[in-house]
């Protein structure tokens, strides 16, 4: 029996930046629920422009869209030629990139703890994609090396420190 994932009530805004990345062509768009891992931002929206002046176009749309719905946009990096713009309207902050910036920097890998959310239908796509990593593992020391540091420790322990008293004197220089 497949358990189904609760549906969200998304705000009318992140639909609206949404629709406005699609009708504008952006790629490979994916929202993200970050609100149990940060407390800056409740939704991050990933996109991919194309090129500088597609990731503009795209600025000014999102700029639009969120003007008209009223919310302050409290902040935006409006660098040209960084191939990454980022528009903060508080409880989502929206992410654009070249596709070169959006392998780079790897957000969906940054927050992997975060719900991927299907903005259609309102429910938990799955967690965000990791990179596989492989676990740590501790190289073990080759047998000879180990006895051979095993015995230089019992070395040190059985050798006595040579006390003042008992130490060789230098013989004094003649004038």
Same mark, same amino acid.
């Given at each position: 029996m497949k358990l189904k994932t609760p549906k969200l009530e998304l705000s009318p805004l992140l639909k609206q930046i949404c629709q406005a990345l699609e009708e504008k062509k952006a790629e490979d768009i994916k929202v993200l629920r970050v609100s149990a891992q940060s407390s800056i931002t409740d939704y991050l929206v990933?996109?991919?422009g194309t090129s500088?002046?597609?990731? /503009?176009?795209? /600025?000014?749309?999102?700029?639009?869209v969120i003007d008209k719905s009223g919310v302050r946009i409290?902040?935006?990096d409006t660098? $040209?030629?960084s191939g990454w713009i980022v528009v903060d309207a508080f409880d989502i902050m929206v992410h654009v990139f070249t596709p070169e910036n959006r392998r780079k920097y790897a957000l969906e890998s940054l927050w992997k703890d975060a719900e991927e959310i299907s903005i259609t239908t309102g $429910?938990?796509?799955a967690k965000a994609p990791t990179t596989k990593k492989r676990p740590a593992v501790k190289? $073990?020391?080759k047998p000879k090396a180990k006895a051979k540091a095993k015995a230089k420790a019992k070395a040190k322990t059985k050798t006595k420190p040579k006390s003042v008293a008992g130490a060789k004197k230098k013989p004094a220089k003649k004038k």
């Open positions: 990933l996109g991919t500088e002046p597609h990731l /503009r176009a795209l /600025r000014v749309e999102l700029e639009k409290l902040g935006m660098d $040209q030629g $429910q938990v796509v190289p $073990q020391p």
